[in-house]
């Protein structure tokens, strides 16, 4: 919530299930929040539903105006660290899609599964994570790297984007 003495503050977003941000400052324009997406009709929430903190959402300043500001879902929690939901479920698709990847083995596909969470996490072994799956996904195909990409552009850390989609 907005504290007055403070010049500067972080609103509170208001976030569905799949990551599309449908307010990124309810306390400062509450008449633009939702119940539901529009885009995919999932439930949305202004919490995490770890620790119940708000999730971060646009960042005040007072006399600044923004102007062509595009807010983006944070992928983890800043106050407990946990991923939220649309991180989660990004993981869990990019996890299920690795395992119907039969141009890999089982080694591989494992291998695959593994690395995923240090594609999100912006991490030393971030860079690693990339670099091995990519390796695989020239294996895989690029119709198989298409549909990785499609799952998860939102919630990978901007290093791997980097190595991964130029």
């Known amino acids: 919530m907005r504290r007055e003495e403070e010049p500067s503050w972080y609103d509170t977003a208001q976030i569905c ?3 599309h941000v449908t307010n990124a400052a ?10 539901f997406c529009g885009q995919c009709g999932a439930g949305t929430r202004t919490d995490c539903p770890r620790c119940g903190k708000p999730i971060r959402g646009e960042f005040h300043v007072p006399g600044v105006i923004a102007i062509g500001f595009t807010f983006t879902a944070s992928p983890f929690c800043v106050e407990c660290g946990a991923p939220y939901p649309w991180t989660q479920a990004s993981l ?10 039969h141009g890999l083995t089982e080694a591989e596909r494992a291998e695959l599964a593994k690395s995923l969470p240090d594609l999100v996490a912006n991490t030393p072994r971030t860079a690693v994570a990339a670099t091995r799956f990519k390796r695989l996904m020239l294996k895989a195909g690029a119709e198989a790297g298409s549909a990785f990409e499609k799952i998860l552009v939102n919630v990978v850390a901007e290093a791997a984007k980097k190595i991964l989609w130029p």
């Open 26 to 35: 309810t306390v400062d324009r509450p008449q633009h929040s939702q119940k």
């Open 17 to 19: 299930a799949n990551g």
């Open 92 to 101: 869990d698709a990019a996890r299920e899609l690795s395992a119907e990847l």
